[in-house]
């Protein structure tokens, strides 16, 4: 039996057998052939375009009926591309003219077109771009006889009750995992609070991340036992070992039957404090959870997951479906959070400013949407149309200065006179908040707390850009430190600056939703709390077990501490203290 460490993801326990996703770094040969064999060679070329197109017929007819109807199109396009005559013909042509080997021809035509399509003009076009690079690499995975690679090539019966492991996964790959009915997966890169692994947790998917050996040893079949909670993976288990992992699986159930006696109760302190517990959601298939959990409403709706695992924008009339969809399903309040996008979270399709957006500290975010109105103006009116459907509030990530703030607020005002002048029902008096997740934000957090309805502070970002620690770079995860004293102040000062200018704050990073904080967070004055649904019950559970004037005590020390480790010391002494 080998054990691996890493960050473990939820608080389950999967066992199940391997599946290894390798790498696609493809290096294509490069060699002359004889002119006798230049007819085999088109024929090779020729059979890997069959193949392909036969792949690509299968993966479409297996597609989930839950999968979003782009998905299908984006598969079609890829399939017409395989016949057009720019790609293969021409491919052809260099290697009669050339005398060489068909994935070299290939690859040079690729290279040829994709320069074509980035000079164009028109963005769709450009974006065609992605559609060669993907047709191309399949074509020379075929041609080199190189298995499957990536998610969306298998279909379900190759990863039915598998473990996946892989050396990193995309959150939008991570959106498929449950769909293929994977059981969980392992990879060697990534952090505890990637958006892979906030994809994961809304899944209820236990999976550990930031491995570094996994794809090394793990090889396909190997039974393995992955542990979210300890963050450990076992392969090939003892006989003993995996008897015990099955008794601890039950005894999780065992908790989940009792966190489910508390759905019901007020969220209510020991002192009779009301906490708003509300739910973050990336796609309409959380909402079942969020009623499970009877959380308050949603505090965070992360609309960037519609546009993911497609090949172009969805318009402003599939945004207000989706929006309205979970609009008209939740009875509380409903936080639409303006597109997001950048950072880990990327797209299938091309855009402006695409490689900037990438960057953390690049053109992403609301950044984005301000230079690119075209993109955000369809994006609000898609959410004030469906602000007629229930109670919605617009919140708008990244902010950095208060500038960001008015023209968001102007296009907001443009958006609703357009709608009213086209008698379009909207709700006129939606509720505008910010995100506070870049230190500056923080520290002008009475500045901002001024022009907006809410605030809402997002710590996954806000601790990434305070203690300059990349969210999904492993290597530095260690520093990752919600209760470091820096961040600590800076959640107290923008709680206090909603305070003054009498506005709510809550918090919807990861930190809301791990219940070593919840009494930190309820000792630096925090009662609206925003989080996976899967969470909401632990959570509670703590709140009905904290006195909020007692904890205020004991937060003061884990807040002067000196040095990290006392920090630490001091909050596992006040999150065991039997309060009364
Ligand atoms: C955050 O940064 O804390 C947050 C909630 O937003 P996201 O995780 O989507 O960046
Ligand atoms: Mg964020």
Redesign the pocket.
Known sequence: MLSLFGSGIGRGIAIGQAYVLRQSDIQTPHYPIKKADIDAEIERLHNAVKNTKAKYQTLLTSLPKSAPKESGAFIEAHMLMLSDPLLIDESIKIIRSDRVNAEHALTQQSANLVKVFEQMQDAYLRAKKTDVEHVTNRLLRSLMSIVSHSLDELNDDDLKGKIVVSRDLTPAETMFVKEQKIVSFVTDLGSQISHTAIVARSLKMPAVVGLHGATKYITDDDLLVVDGMRGTVLVNPTERVLKEYKQRLSKIRQREKHLATLTRRLSKTLDGERIQLLANVETAKEISAVKKSNAAGIGLYRTEYLFMNRDKAPTEAEQFRAYKKIVSSIDGPVVIRTL?IGGDKRLDFNYPNKKSSESPLGLRAVRLCLNHVEVFKPQLRAILRASAFGKVSIMI??ISNVDEIDQVLNLIKQTKAELKAKNIDFDSRIKVGG?I?VPAAAIMADVLAKKLDFLSI?T??LIQYTLAIDRVDDAVNYLYDPIHPAVLKLISQVIKAGERANIPVSLCGEMAGNVRYTRILLALGLRNFSMDANYVLDVKEKILATDTQQVKKLGNRVIKASTPIKAREQLEAMNAAELS
Do not use: L, S
């Open positions: 997001d990530p990244m995100m997740e997002g996954n970002d």
